[in-house]
């Protein structure tokens, strides 16, 4: 009989991260899960529930702050993590951890009512969340997916598999987007500065390294500096670097990414992070190009372009005092603006197409159902979501067919809640997902393909339903 406590029911069911609960593989070591509550209740549930399975090795923590500095000492396999905390919520808890530790699987618990805002954590790099209350089977086999998940990709670094798209160019047919490459590629031999705004996952990396590619710095030192992952205190030593004994642990020289950078392009992600006491700093580079290293007496000259990004609205944090003046007005003369993901759906098929390549799937290995439910999808993380959640698919089938269920729950989730006491003929959900093929492919032959029907077959059901 089930456990039940205040706020979830726990089912003493262990779960096993090779395959259904209650197996494990002989010599296999446990995961090592952090989970994060600042509820003491239910933190001692999920203490007394997990720690009855051998195949975890929990650590508990109702402050998030002694959480994150366990993640700084201690390698994790996953995460479980409560959205509202304090004094650090669940989303900068998330962002943290991804910083510190890319290889954590992290998994979001929320209340009732928070959906939207994990929905939004997805964009961050959360694996998946999951609502309270709960039943602990529940939790039991979203623990056992992310665990499976997390092997794989354990497995796929063991061997020195490389994860990441092999190409760095950007595929689209999306009018918006050409023109946007094409004024891009204009601005890439100019030594000014460039903003690039849009939501996260949106690409502007991947544009930033576009405009590099085509510029006469192509050759030259490209870095890139995530702005909110480095807190404050060492961003400035980052950026500029110190002299040995400048301040309390400055043991040695350290050149900042200013002067490594030297020659050529700087990318500063989420500028709109920077403190303002770094802003002013950076401006003076802007301004006269030099940098000021901490414990040298004399500043340094430096020919370094800087490409800057943002995902919040710049002129937003001017009028708030947030983001100075003078700064964004020198970066504002080069500002190109990423669409996100759902204003540009045509480009979904060419994207699926691309990160399925880029796991060794040549072929279009995709189940109708699964295919639908990528098509219609919102993607509030975007590119960036698109990709991981190919990857997990990827994982999770194996060498077979990709169906629905080898996708992430989210999906699943959100296409139950837009057709929710919506009931639909069986003929027109045909229908309607044949003319969102026939409008995303690029011909009648790739759409009857990704349909998993002949050409012939597809010009009789056009005919039949007026498409």
Known sequence: MADTFQSITVKKEPVSPCGSPGRKLMNEAPLKIIVVDDEENILQSLKMALESDTHFEGAYFSNPEKALESVITTSYALALVDLKM???????????IRSLSPETIVILMTARGSVATAVR??????????EKPFEFERLNLLLERAAAYHKALSTLNRYGLKRETPASGIDTRNPAMLELLKTATRVADSTLPVLIEGESGVGKELLARHIVRNSPRHDKPFLTVNCAAIPETLMESELFGHEKGAFTGAVRDRRGLFEEADGGTLFLDEIGEMPLKLQARLLRVLQEGEIQTIGR???????VRIIAATNVNIEQAVEEKLFRKDLFYRLDGLRLSLPPLRERPGDIPLLID???????????????EALHLLLNHSWPGNVRELENTIKH???????????????????????????????LSLEAVEREHIRKVLALAADYKQAA??????????????QRYGL
């Open 393 to 423: 698919a990827l994982l999770m089938a194996g060498q077979g067919r990709i169906e629905a269920e080898h996708l992430p729950d989210r999906l699943r989730r959100e296409a139950g809640k837009e057709n929710h006491g919506e009931l």
């Open 354 to 368: 691309r990160f399925l390549k880029a796991g060794g799937r040549e072929d279009f290995p995709l189940a109708t």
């Open 121 to 130: 954590a997805i964009k961050s790099g959360a694996y998946d969340y999951i």
């Open 449 to 462: 393909a990704i349909l998993g029907i002949n050409t012939a077959t597809l010009w009789r059901k056009r």
């Open 297 to 303: 007496s004399r500043p340094q000259k430096v020919d």
């Open 86 to 96: 304090r004094p650090l919520d669940g989303l900068e808890l998330l962002g943290k």
